[in-house]
């Protein structure tokens, strides 16, 4: 994985529109010193090609993460880090996900046209 970080700062077009929720998943994945990590947080926001998650991990840009959604267990799909926000005062930070591979949209219980 490259050490490269995407920011906040970065303009972006989206592709589709995005939905403001709340889901609990468990994430699992790498930190950036490619040790594994399993954690419980949530979704913030979908939309057709991917979510925003908060993590207490530090993560690389281009890393693969799983998502397990807990409400619709066992549904899971595998994303792509395209975006890391600013830490916030709790330590936590916004991470912008894309799908990886063909959308499993029903992962989060919301099709999209």
């Known amino acids: 994985m490259s050490g490269r970080t995407l920011t906040a700062s970065r303009k972006t077009t989206r592709r589709s529109k995005r939905i403001g929720l709340r889901i609990p998943v468990h994430v699992r994945g790498r930190t950036l010193e490619g040790l594994p990590f399993k954690e419980d947080t949530f979704v913030t926001q979908i939309s057709k090609h991917g979510a925003r998650i908060l993590s207490y991990n530090t993560v690389a840009a281009q890393e693969e993460l799983e998502l397990e959604n807990?409400?619709?267990q066992p549904l899971r799909?595998?994303?792509r880090v395209v975006w890391i926000g600013p830490a916030k005062p709790d330590g936590s930070k916004e991470l912008?996900?894309?799908y990886v591979g063909v959308?499993?949209?029903?992962?989060?219980g919301l099709y999209f046209p």
């Open 70 to 72: 807990r409400l619709r």
């Open 103 to 108: 959308p499993v949209p029903s992962v989060f």
């Open 96 to 98: 912008g996900l894309s």
């Open 77 to 79: 799909a595998r994303f």
